[in-house]
């Protein structure tokens, strides 16, 4: 089974260029962050004609998640428990939870999209915000793994964390000074790994960068950041036999200023299956 993970950064724009990937590159599952739309808005017909079942949260033109799919989705989750919520200059209980999170089942594995906060600036109430919900995130997964230490769990999506030197390559982000690397989110990121989780793409593919800004020709000067990730459980990293990161599609026209990342996995089943023909 081939998974991915895609910010896509507005899927009404670029459904086709995705399907199209997705076909071409045998894709199963994909997840996607920043779909931006509500779910009247989004282009199912496109991804139902191409053989994908899609469960998606999204509220407005901001955030949005979504998952595409192959095979059956079960059991699908809107939000984790306690997720934080988010509005600046709000305070009280019914703080607005944003569309940062869906989870499903899919062919036994238990598979989630996040789409984690950005965190603004290292002053912004959003940077608090964004390790509460890492934290809380964080939480969660101990609790997932602890119940059921066998569960194939997988974490995917836009962190919004660079977590080590070597994934850093835009100029602009400043160490003490820019969201992205500071040590409290390097620190979250690194409670994620230790509550269970691994990032299964880099042992395999230790080098490259998925995301480069639109602004002073980042992609040219390959001036990016690794944020984007696939972090499985030990059960899910087990099933791993290849990954890799799709930076051509950085490439064309209007693309995303992320790129997919992608694994394989062997389920020990048969590829003899029931997906439906594409001509």
Known sequence: MRIATWNINSIRTRHARAIDWMLREDVDVVAFQEIKCKPEQFPYEAFQDAGYEVVLHGLNQWNGVAIAARHPIEDVEIGFPGQPGFLKGHEGTDVPIEARAIGATVEGLRLWSLYVPNGRSLDDPHYLYKLDWLATLTADVREWL???????????????????????????????????????????????????????????????????????????????????????????????????????????????????????????ISDDDDRPMIF
Request: charged share 25%; no cysteine; net charge negative.
């Open 146 to 268: 602890a119940a059921q230490p066998e569960l194939p769990l997988a974490l995917m999506g836009d962190f919004n964390i660079a977590p080590l030197d070597s994934d850093v390559g835009d100029p602009s982000l400043v160490p003490g000074l820019s969201t992205h690397i500071s040590p409290p989110e390097r620190e979250a990121f690194a409670a994620l790994e230790a509550a269970g989780l691994t990032d299964v793409v880099r042992p395999i593919r230790p080098e490259g960068y998925t995301y480069w800004d639109y602004k002073q020709l980042r992609f040219p000067r390959n001036e990016g950041l690794r944020i984007d990730f696939i972090l499985g459980s030990q059960a899910f990293a087990d099933r791993v036999v290849d990954a890799s990161i799709h930076r051509e599609e950085r490439k064309g026209d209007g693309p995303s200023d992320h790129v997919p990342v992608v694994v394989d996995l062997d389920l020990g």
